[in-house]
């Protein structure tokens, strides 16, 4: 009798994380529950909701201020970019993460939340938008800065904040546009396992377009990754060229050195960041596209899960959502990648500098101008071109 009353907790959130229509009660312990089919706990989405609010919102705040000043009218594209991603984030947050708590609520039952059956689409196609216009910003400031490295006369002639704005408008448009064709019938958007957030039912064949739907959006997201990681390559490889052009013993040199170096570890750091949050989730989805494993198939895995084939599908729905966990985490590594570390190394590299070489003032006016033509490429052909430190 023990036994049956603790199997008769346990079946139910794998029964139900879907959309089962068993009525057992679920129970209620500290957060967290446990089953033969994974662990789920509402402690990941607040964690995750609170550290992405203040990273983003920190960005904002020193992208509004530095947008202010007249000094900065250079470093214009560049903050608007690292500004959008930010917002971009921050509301992929705001509108996703609440409604996963409010399903934790209720005892991961999704019905109670949304009884008429328009949340889910909702929380798929800000899954979707969110997701591709966060990786495409990364590849066109990839673009940018490889562009201005190359070709700094081209940059400079061209490359205006209006070019800015129209490109990352046009990205926010498609995203938008390619996330609502389920809404038309082209693809479908299903809640996941354990059932508190919805996203592209992955696997399924039977409904129309949705196959072209979910591989298109897997292929999307691949391809915005090697964008990204090709462009980083080339300007990193550009600035360890010009860097050794200009290898000597004056201060000056050093300077380029340390900053050009801070640049590169930067620029590693966006692509590990990258990969390691996004390859996950497209990699499976690929699979399960390509194995038609579709999500549909968790429910009923969950509770019977002696076979082979069953604990492989429960397999791919638990990582599935591990997968989905990692590229949310993108939205709160990407301000301290692109901008706030970025900040607090070159503050802190020079407050060491000035501190041990006893600098001058006409050193750290040099210092200034390295670093800002570092960050931002200038109409000198003979310097050093960084483009904007996205």
Request: aromatic content about 8%.
């Amino acid at each position: 009798e023990p036994h049956r009353h603790m199997r008769d907790l346990r079946e139910p959130l794998c029964s139900r994380m879907l959309g089962s229509n068993t009525s057992k009660p679920l129970h209620r312990g500290n957060g967290t529950r446990s089953s033969g089919c994974g662990s789920v706990s509402v402690g990941f989405p607040i964690t995750m909701m609170v550290t992405g609010m203040v990273g983003n919102s920190l960005a904002l705040i020193l992208v509004y201020i530095s947008y202010r000043k007249k000094e900065n009218k250079r470093k214009r594209s560049f903050l608007l970019c690292i500004g959008s991603l930010a917002l971009t984030d921050l509301f992929g947050q705001l509108l996703t993460s609440p409604i996963v708590i409010s399903v934790y609520r209720a005892d991961l039952r999704w019905e109670r939340v949304d009884p008429s059956g328009y949340l889910c689409p909702f929380f798929g196609v800000c899954m979707t938008t969110f997701g591709l216009c966060a990786l495409f910003m990364a590849s066109a400031m990839a673009t940018e800065r490889a562009t201005a490295i190359t070709n700094p006369h081209w940059y400079s002639n061209h490359m205006k904040t209006s070019v800015t704005k129209q490109t990352l408008a046009l990205i926010w448009g498609l995203g938008l546009l390619f996330a609502l064709l389920p809404v038309a019938g082209v693809g479908k958007y299903t809640r996941q396992w354990p059932g508190t957030w919805c996203f592209i039912s992955v696997g399924d064949s039977q409904v129309s377009g949705n196959m072209f739907f979910s591989v298109t959006f897997a292929l999307l997201g691949i391809f915005s990754l090697l964008v990204t990681v090709s462009c980083n390559v080339v300007t990193i490889r550009s600035l360890i060229i010009r860097c050794k052009s200009k290898s000597g013993t004056s201060q000056s040199s050093k300077q380029w050195e340390r900053l050009t170096t801070e640049t590169i570890i930067q620029l590693l750091g966006i692509m590990c960041v990258l990969l390691i949050c996004w390859s996950p989730l497209l990699g499976l989805m690929l699979r399960m596209i390509y194995t038609q494993i579709s999500s549909h198939e968790c429910s009923s895995a969950a509770g019977h899960s002696s076979s082979t084939s069953d604990r492989e599908v429960q397999f791919d729905c638990n990582f599935f959502l591990t997968a989905i966990r990692l590229a949310s985490l993108n939205q709160i590594l990407d301000p301290w990648v692109y901008l706030l570390f970025r900040e607090i190394l070159l503050r802190k590299v020079c407050f060491v500098a000035n501190a041990v070489s006893n600098c001058s003032i006409e050193d750290r006016k040099e210092t200034q101008t390295a670093r800002d033509a570092l960050n931002k490429p200038d109409q000198d052909t003979n310097s050093l071109h960084k483009p904007q430190s996205s």
